[in-house]
């Protein structure tokens, strides 16, 4: 016997969702591979590459970035623990976004987030600079409805 049937979907199935991304350094300044994002309307269709993270649990699919000297990337220099950077993963509102004026321009798996990466610094660090320790927190928001 399994579970009973649910023929109503759950009003957060049918809602338009968004998954957001917090991220700070614990030790500052950050110098070693500080966190950097790009700035999605520089972005070409042609830029991004599907690829898969497997891990014991489960497949995803995730988006490849390729350099394009277009692409603008910013990242916060000497980011302090007190600076928190904020952005979106996903949206599965596809009005929205970086590719909303171009139904051509979108991920493969239709989430419309920010590219986004840590790099290694070419500046010389500065005097007692540490490794870096960060945290990032995901929260999944729910909108009833978005116009």
Not at 18 to 25: E, F, G, Q, Y
Not at 32 to 53: F, K, M, N, Y
Not at 125 to 131: A, H, Q, S
Request: aromatic share 8%.
């Amino acid at each position: 016997m399994g579970p009973p049937e649910n023929k109503v979907a759950s009003p957060l199935v049918l809602a338009i969702s968004n998954i957001l991304s917090a991220w700070k350094p614990l030790k500052g300044p950050v110098h070693d591979w500080p966190l950097a994002i790009c700035d999605a309307q520089s972005l070409d269709v042609e830029d991004l590459i599907p690829g898969d993270v497997v891990s014991i649990e489960k497949t995803e699919e995730n988006m490849l970035v390729h350099y394009n000297a277009r692409q603008k990337w910013y990242y916060l220099s000497n980011q302090q623990p007190s600076e928190l950077l904020i952005f979106r993963q996903a949206d599965s509102d596809h009005r929205h976004g970086w590719y909303s004026n171009n139904s051509s321009r979108k991920y493969a798996n239709g989430d419309a987030g920010l590219p986004h990466a840590a790099f290694a610094n070419p500046l010389p660090p500065p005097e007692n600079t540490v490794l870096r320790e960060s945290i990032e927190v995901r929260a999944m928001v729910f909108f009833k409805d978005r116009k």
